[in-house]
């Protein structure tokens, strides 16, 4: 009888955090094994890249795996048949998920963010949350090595807390972006060029950026940074790397000395339970999923859940706070057609430019812009009737939208969220997916500390938009309307839920995200983080993720693991 191969690393999930450890353990000579609960994605075959929009049979509209439209890259969303999540009473809660090897990184917004000093010691700041157990120091060389192997353009600035990287060079501004530019400099917002994973230069194999802006559909070329294209084919490469798709991880597996032996699954094809033996778990199925694991992985060594010693898993949960505010600009009308293409995404935004002293909510936040032309998207401008002339008919509706388009501009804030004891996720005790699997139940509050710290930005954006002449959209939303904060999980940086800390009573993981308990058991997604920032999670995932892989590596040598 043929015995099951043991692998040396189980890693679980194929986005960010586990797109790197398939590619870091693979590169350190490690056979690994890689379960994904979503199907392949071709990076050639499966982009709409080059579609126009006239040949979507739906005109753009969604579809059910694909609510962004049906030529968005994600495969997943919101809501997925069969894979409940539930809510607490009171809880305003959504929880996007990708089911496609490549995880989120197939369509995400590529804005790539240093965490800075402060970031990993807030409490020492403001005696809020907690400190990092690592500092700034302790993650800058892998950042280094993440912005050299996967690239992104951006400026070296020299600003406090938003460490400069190693960048290409970033596109220019676009004449609405100057226009932006101008309003925040007269009002001391700091703007600069954008930091986007982005390839301006050739990488590799890689071409450069060709300017098509239509990054959320996946990029045919490689240009911008995805798990599936960039870190999955060298991981292949190496013949150390069994990719398994569309296997549904259940639960960590233990020996009887408590330590991991591998993951069981439901292979989605088939329906049937199926096990992998390994001598190294790594999580990386994003925060809450890897909470959901935990929890699942329940055993007489661990009744509470996997690694759960403390009852931290599942808590400490957080995701970036939100508000948007958009507007018609009527200087930026009429001008003569030009190409406004670019990147998928804004050339320019703004870090965090305050000082809290003199603020009534902690933390900052950073602002992403958005507006002029581009190729026009089936029902773009959101409605000529929401602009001055109204709409018409023929050739006098066709010279609206020419004297229209790209008249407008909105602002989003971004910005960091404090974990509170009300905010976290746990198992539902009656509610099961459609392979038995017990579902999440979320629990979700924003404090003051983050109403009034989007009502801050409710007011810069509208100070900004007046500034260039423009008149928001939409009124300043009221203390009752939460000043328009996002729903939790609905700008999707979720993170936490098995935090990292050095004392075990209630941490997780440990300082190298491995679990205190479960000495072979690591995570490499969202889920250490002790806290958001007011950056863009993902660069820090996958920095993060590279230290703990470099880790194992070293344990792994030593014959430690
Ligand atoms: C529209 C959008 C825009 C975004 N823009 C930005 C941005 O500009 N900058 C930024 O920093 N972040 C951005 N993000 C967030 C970013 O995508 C995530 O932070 C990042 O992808 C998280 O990486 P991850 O590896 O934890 O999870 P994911 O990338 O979601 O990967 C998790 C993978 O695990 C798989 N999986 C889940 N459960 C299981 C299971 N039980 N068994 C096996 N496999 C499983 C999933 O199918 C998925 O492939 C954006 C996200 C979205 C959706
Ligand atoms: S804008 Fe650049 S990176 Fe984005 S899809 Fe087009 S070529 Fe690729």
Not at 179 to 185: E, F, L, S
Request: charged share 20%.
């Amino acid at each position: 009888m043929s015995q099951r191969p043991i692998y040396d690393v189980c890693v679980v999930g194929s986005g960010a955090g586990g797109g790197i450890a398939a590619y870091a353990l693979t590169k350190a000579g490690a056979n690994v094994v890689l379960l994904e609960a979503g199907r392949n994605w071709d990076v050639i075959k499966d982009s709409a890249m080059l579609k126009w929009p006239y040949q979507s049979p739906r005109r753009g509209a969604s579809t059910r795996e694909r609510p962004f439209g049906e030529f968005d890259g994600c495969i997943g969303g919101w809501e997925i048949d069969g894979e409940p999540y539930t809510r607490a009473p009171g809880t305003n809660f959504s929880w996007w998920r990708a089911r496609q090897v490549g995880g989120r990184t197939v369509h995400w917004g590529r804005i790539s963010l240093r965490f800075g000093p402060d970031d990993f010691r807030g409490k020492s700041r403001d005696g809020l949350g907690d400190d990092w157990p690592i500092g700034y120091d302790d993650i800058k060389p892998y950042y280094d090595d993440l912005d050299r192997l996967v690239g992104l353009f951006g400026s070296n600035e020299g600003l406090p807390n938003h460490p400069d990287g190693i960048f290409m060079p970033p596109p220019k501004p676009r004449c609405w972006e100057l226009v932006v530019k101008q309003a925040a400099d007269k009002h001391k917002v700091t703007c600069i060029p954008s930091r986007l994973s982005i390839i301006t230069k050739p990488l590799g194999n890689r071409a450069p950026c060709h300017y098509c802006g239509q990054c959320n559909r996946g990029c045919m070329t490689n240009s911008n940074f995805s798990s599936v294209g960039v870190l999955i084919p060298p991981a292949m490469a190496t013949g150390r790397l069994t990719l398994l798709t569309e296997a549904m991880a259940r639960e960590v597996t233990l020996n009887k000395d408590g330590t991991a032996s591998g993951v069981s699954y439901v292979n989605k094809r088939t329906g049937t339970d199926e096990h992998v033996r390994a001598r190294i778990v790594v999580l990386a199925a994003s925060a809450c999923e890897t909470a959901r694991l935990l929890l699942n992985s329940k055993s007489s060594q661990f009744p509470q859940g996997l690694a759960n010693s403390s009852g931290a898993a599942g808590k400490y949960i957080t995701d970036t706070t939100g508000t948007d505010v958009g507007a018609f600009i009527p200087k930026l009308m009429d001008r003569p057609p030009h190409n406004d293409d670019g990147v998928g995404g804004a050339h320019l935004y703004m870090p965090w430019w305050l000082d809290n002293a003199k603020l009534d909510f902690p933390r900052g936040y950073h602002i992403e812009i958005w507006g002029g032309g581009g190729v026009p998207s089936a029902g773009f401008m959101g409605g000529i009737q929401n602009y001055p002339e109204g709409g018409g008919y023929g050739a006098e509706l066709k010279q609206q939208y020419r004297k229209y388009y790209g008249a407008s501009v909105g602002f989003s804030g971004r910005g960091e969220m404090i974990p509170n004891d009300d905010t976290y996720c746990e198992i539902d005790p009656s509610v099961v997916d459609r392979w038995g699997i017990p579902v999440l139940r979320f629990h979700w509050k924003w404090t003051d500390h983050e109403l009034n710290q989007v009502k801050h930005m409710q007011e810069t954006f509208r100070t900004l938009l007046k500034e260039m002449g423009g008149e928001p959209r939409s009124p300043m939303p009221t203390k009752e309307q939460g000043y328009g904060i996002a729903a939790g999980g609905v700008i999707i940086h979720e993170l936490g839920g098995a935090r990292m800390g050095k004392d075990p009573k209630t941490n997780v993981l440990n300082e190298w995200c491995q679990a205190h308990d479960v000495k072979n058991l690591f995570a490499t997604d969202g889920a250490p983080f002790v806290s958001q920032a007011d950056k863009n999670p993902t660069w820090t995932i996958m920095a993060l993720a590279m230290r703990t892989c470099a880790h194992i590596a070293d344990l792994r040598s030593k014959r430690e693991l």
